[in-house]
């Protein structure tokens, strides 16, 4: 029938063929619905369950902006990752499954996004190098002690650090992050200083052949989870690992 239409009326065909032809030629976006993040948590010296299932969890689903599932069981890590975007890794607790591992390994190289919070960015796990020499480049293996620090953003450009002060200061652990110089490399975004232990990465990418990884040091407790600052580099982070159109 629609046949016979275009053939009856020639105006209708071609209007048809640069409907179609724009279309198919339009660049694709991601910008649908809600980004599916897996939050996982757990472990010891941290309160993982008021500071990332509750409040990053609250600051990442205003406005629709994010469907978050968070989780401590780490056995069921690659049951939610199928339909996921973007594995926020915020756990010191083992990830010992190998399968899991491999799991992670494969949903970064889909091109899926990875943020790595504070805890996760520590040398965790002896037993799978590749995780920190991959996915995080590096690690930290000590900090000061909890007291307040300055942050400064160093990268005012990327979108990660879009709206985010200049400089700003709060309580925290200064994690001592160190770049492993076989991983892929990183690019720091912001970095945390003192005087006593000098400057270290604190929002920084990793140069992945293939995910877009961001880490963030900060997030001990109330001190950076309610700060405004922390709230505006979390949802980046996000929109731009999961390749949303940042606003």
């Known amino acids: 029938m629609l046949s016979n239409l275009f053939k009856s009326s020639p105006v209708i065909y071609i209007m048809g063929l640069l409907i ?3 279309c198919s030629f339009m660049p694709k ?3 649908v619905g809600p980004i ?3 939050i996982v948590g757990g472990g010891s010296s941290h309160d993982f369950e008021k500071w990332y299932k509750e409040a990053d969890k609250n600051t990442l689903s205003k406005d629709g902006l994010a469907d978050v599932i968070y989780t401590e069981n780490v056995d069921s890590i690659s049951y939610y990752l199928r339909d996921r975007d973007v594995l926020y890794l915020t756990n010191n607790q083992p990830i010992d499954d190998d399968r899991t591992r491999r799991d992670i390994m494969a949903f ?3 091109g899926k996004g990875l943020i790595l919070g504070h ?3 520590w040398y965790n796990w002896k037993d799978w ?3 920190n020499q991959i996915l995080v480049s590096g690690g930290s293996r000590g900090h000061d002690r ?3 620090f300055k942050v400064e953003v160093v990268n005012e450009k990327h979108p990660v650090t879009r709206g985010v002060p200049k400089n700003f200061s709060l309580k925290d652990e200064l994690y001592y992050f160190n770049v492993d110089p076989i991983g892929p490399g990183i690019e720091v975004l912001a970095a945390a200083s003192s005087e006593s232990s000098g400057t270290f990465p604190s929002v920084f990418i990793v140069k992945h052949a293939s995910s877009r990884i961001v880490g963030i040091a900060l997030g001990h407790d109330e001190a950076s989870h309610e700060l405004e ?4 580099i979390l949802t980046n982070a996000f929109m731009w690992a999961a390749k949303r159109e940042m606003p």
Do not use: H
């Open 20 to 22: 179609f032809s724009v």
């Open 29 to 31: 976006t991601d910008n």
């Open 36 to 38: 599916k993040i897996l």
């Open 108 to 110: 970064a190289n889909k």
């Open 119 to 121: 805890a996760a960015l």
């Open 129 to 131: 190098p590749e995780y």
């Open 146 to 148: 909890y007291g307040e």
């Open 229 to 232: 600052a922390y709230q505006t």
